[in-house]
């Protein structure tokens, strides 16, 4: 893939309620430097605005329902073509975000071309109004620094480039995980298919910050995705150690008691019920996470 030559689309999903950010965003997004860029809005269980910006191809998709980031998001992907294919890199972006440089999809065309081994890049997410970037946006474990790039074992779902052979190898994101860790279970299985992902500072997505405690399904989701990521994903030894050191983790954070009680059944469920394929990882994987300061224990 060469840098000039590379087709670049781009994913939004919105529920509509954020029009006046979604065009702002479209208009960041039409402001890139390099050919014009395709970018296809899905609207998950709401109907769409108009959306016309100059020197932008849009493509919108109204679904009757929320289905859920992940399976959103693939509803996008699968309008390039099975996997993508029409283009050779996709930009995933928040609909309330907002690429303040022109730069960012040139960028993204020379990483890819320069690394054939690239497969995702992370972008930076920063507030609008302070420039601060929010420790858990970044995505390793010494986050102190948000302004050091670095390869990374995941990466940001609604601020990211994706090459779209990693989806044409190993599949999309889990549509069943409706919200939180979808992002993870791919990044592994792209580890795992030998693609490496990185974390760029240098490439930003404005987002004011948020917390992602403001949804209301977000503690029960996240312990129970975290039970179907092991499932999924983890050689069988691994699987206790795992969801054993988070649960030791959630407990040391000393939730309130409503918190810890959805989260509890979210664990439970995450055991209760199907997670989908089982693929474990190899174990040179294991040992690439390890050696990218990310075992997956943790």
């Not at 493509?59 to 992940?70: A, C, D, F, S, Y």
């Not at 044409?168 to 992002?183: N, S, T």
């Not at 404005?206 to 992602?212: C, I």
Request: charged fraction near 25%.
């Amino acid at each position: 893939m060469s840098a000039a030559g590379a087709r670049v689309g781009a994913v939004v999903l919105t529920m509509g309620n954020r029009p006046d950010e979604l065009r702002a965003l479209l208009h960041s997004v039409a402001e890139q430097e390099g050919d014009a860029i395709e970018v296809v809005v899905v609207g998950n269980g709401s109907p769409l605005p108009e959306l016309k910006v100059d020197g932008l191809t849009i493509r919108t998709v109204e679904l009757p329902e929320n289905v859920g980031i992940p399976a959103g998001r693939n509803v996008g992907i699968e309008a390039f073509g099975p996997g993508g294919r029409d283009v050779d890199i996709l930009l995933f972006l928040d609909d309330d975000g907002l690429l303040p440089g022109k730069d960012t999809a040139r960028l993204c065309r020379e990483a890819f071309a320069a690394d054939p081994e690239l497969g995702i890049v992370s972008f930076r997410i920063a507030d609008p109004e302070t420039g601060i970037t929010q420790r858990r946006h970044v995505p390793r474990l010494r986050a102190a620094d948000p302004m050091r790039s670095s390869r990374v074992t995941t990466f940001l779902g609604g601020a990211n480039a994706v090459r779209t052979a990693v989806f044409a190898q190993v599949g999309g994101l889990p549509d069943d995980f409706f919200y939180a860790h979808e992002e993870t279970d791919l990044a592994w299985r792209a580890l795992d298919a030998g693609w490496m992902i990185d974390y760029r500072a240098d490439l930003v997505l404005h987002h004011p910050t948020t917390a992602p405690s403001r949804h209301a399904v977000y503690h029960r989701m996240v312990a129970r995705n975290r039970v179907w990521l092991a499932r999924r994903n983890l050689p069988a030894p691994l699987v206790p150690v795992y969801l054993g050191v988070w649960l030791l983790l959630t407990l040391a954070r000393r939730p309130s008691m409503p918190a810890l009680r959805a989260w509890l059944g979210g664990f439970k469920e995450g055991w209760a019920t199907p997670c989908g394929p089982r693929r474990p990882m190899k174990w040179r994987t294991v040992w690439r996470l390890t050696r990218l300061g990310r075992p997956p224990v943790i």
